[in-house]
């Protein structure tokens, strides 16, 4: 699928999402996230957030240019009542954080 370029002054946020991967129900919400938080607060090296569908499959990608971009996604995201596998101040697998769902309790229940 072609990425979707969201601009706020000189920085630049660019999601994308991945052909024949299944997404999230609440994808819309997790693109509204994308679109709210793209602001012209500080510069520096590339972010990128991937985001993981309930089957374990990534199916979208965000990538940013600034740290304040990158903080307001990942806090919107947490909102939406996704987790971040990735620990540390690391990256994983080229990405600096992996949201997806929380995995299920023990009792098979879905966690709100």
């Known amino acids: 699928m072609k990425p979707s370029q969201i601009e706020r002054g000189h920085h630049t946020v660019e999601t994308k999402r991945i052909q024949g991967v ?3 129900p609440i994808d819309k919400k997790v693109l509204a996230v994308a679109r709210k938080n793209a ?3 500080d510069c520096g090296d590339r972010w ?3 985001i993981r569908n309930a ?3 990534i199916y979208r990608t965000i990538d940013m240019d600034s740290m304040g971009i990158y903080s307001s996604i990942e806090t919107g995201l947490y909102a939406l ?3 971040n ?3 540390g101040n690391r990256r994983v697998d080229g990405f600096d954080a992996i949201f997806g769902p929380p ?3 023990p009792s098979g229940d879905a966690q709100p």
Do not use: M, N
Request: aromatic share 4%; net charge negative; proline share 14%.
């Open 22 to 24: 299944e997404p999230l």
């Open 39 to 41: 602001s012209e607060w």
């Open 48 to 50: 990128r957030i991937a």
């Open 55 to 57: 089957a374990g499959a």
């Open 81 to 83: 009542g996704l987790r």
């Open 85 to 87: 596998e990735v620990t």
């Open 103 to 105: 995995p299920p309790s």
